[in-house]
């Protein structure tokens, strides 16, 4: 039997950063962290396992490392049943482990629809963060020459884009009308379809797949217009579910959709019992609403918030919601997204006006590597708060969608945006006179004092 100040159960991003940033605020406090299996995978690093990078090995976190050089314990093994009355946690080897807090950092799975016909053949793959199923689903990718991708959200247009790169015939597949649906309005994501047929990928959109046709192996895909495309292995990147069960099982409260239900402290319903990451509940941080968003940013936040408040609450240190900021790469055209978009603002009855600039990412355009680079800002027409924005441009994207970010979260209006000062580089950014979030901003003031 062992003691423990905190027990953070879950080695991935969350549950690393709050065992972090908790024995930081409370240096006196012993810390142990269980992980299921030795090696985390970087989980938004997962997809190019299959082509970027050489193998898994080259997309591990350095968690036992981090651990080691902040003095937590980290320790292999698997919970099986808590005690939150008696504060003391079982593992699946018959240990024991006493606690004073607890964090629940067990992230999610990924959804297996039980609808789908087929889903249980030989070559219909998952998404896991686990590195033996990722490394035995490689081996027999490699061996594929036709995949269907079953879901365009960024992690199925990542997978699609990284097999396309090494040869597969790849078919990339979405119910809704367009890809990325949920994160990109139409105008943006019409533009990164263009970047996708253009690098090999062939998406077919507003259609459902019924059916994984075949014997024992994958044979083909059926749509539900009845179509049979055929191909010679499957990937469902259809999302994930939290993964909750062991909560639930120990009388820690799960919501409706299986979040584990959470305050702005990241504690639950259960004294002395926190949860962090994909497992925890999550508000949007506009509408209120509770969403599924399922991001590592999101985690860690969280769990920086979840460590400084373990023994002592810090009132202005509270989770108010996720921007839900999403970013990734196609080659050497980044894009991202954050807050609302402009359809999901209209689809809450938020009266909206929006400003959308295109322009390059660095000045002038004819310096070498100079890409386009377009800015789409979302804001509430009365208020000129800006509650969304969506990039596309050079692989400086990414930053430029945590600043929108930055806005969102410090709840920006458009006139406080139009007099930020800015830094400038020929190199680096766009031109000080054509800014394009500045730029952005401006359209959506002359629309403000024009209505």
Known sequence: MKNTDVLVIGGSAAGMVVSLTGKSAYPDKKFTMIKKQKDVMVPCGIPYIFGTLESSQQNIMPVDTMMEKS?????????????????????????????????????????????????????????????????????????????????????????????????????????????????????????????????????????????????????????????????????????????????????????????????????????????????????????????????????????????????????????????????????KTGFGTAGLTEAAARAENIDVLTGMFEGVDRHPGTLPKTQKQVVKLIAARNSGVIIGGEVIGGLSAGELTNVIGMIIQNRMTVNSLLISQIGTHPMLTSSPAAYPLIKAAEIIDRKMRTR
């Open 71 to 331: 003095g937590v314990e980290s320790v292999i093994g698997e919970v099986v049943s808590i005690d939150t009355e008696g504060k003391s946690v079982k593992l699946a080897d018959g240990d024991t482990i006493n606690y004073k807090k607890l964090v629940m950092a067990t992230g999610s799975v990924p959804v297996m629809p039980g609808w789908l016909k087929g889903g249980d053949k030989a070559n219909v793959f998952t998404i896991p963060k686990d590195k033996i199923y990722l490394d035995e689903m490689k081996s027999r990718l490699d061996g594929c020459r036709r995949v269907a991708v079953i879901g365009a959200g960024f992690i199925g247009v990542e997978f699609s884009d990284e097999l396309a790169k090494t040869g597969h015939e790849v078919v990339l597949i979405e119910k809704l009308p367009h890809i990325l649906a949920l994160a990109f309005d139409v105008e943006l994501s019409d533009r990164i379809v263009q970047i996708l047929n253009e690098r090999g990928v062939n998406i077919r959109t507003g259609a459902g797949v019924t059916e994984i046709t075949g014997r024992d192996r994958v044979e083909g895909v059926k749509l539900d217009n009845g179509e049979i495309l055929d191909v010679d292995a499957v990937i469902l990147s259809m999302g994930y579910k939290p993964n909750s069960k062991l909560a639930g099982e120990s009388g820690i409260y799960v919501d409706e959709s299986g979040f584990i239900a959470v305050d702005e402290y990241m504690r639950t319903h259960v004294s002395d019992v926190f949860a962090v990451g994909d497992c925890a509940q999550k508000r949007d941080f506009v509408t209120r609403r509770r969403v599924p968003t399922m991001l590592a940013s999101t985690a860690c936040a969280e769990a920086r918030i979840a460590g400084m408040n373990l023994f002592q609450l810090e009132t202005v240190k509270t989770f108010s919601g996720t921007i839900a900021i999403y970013a990734t790469a196609v080659g």
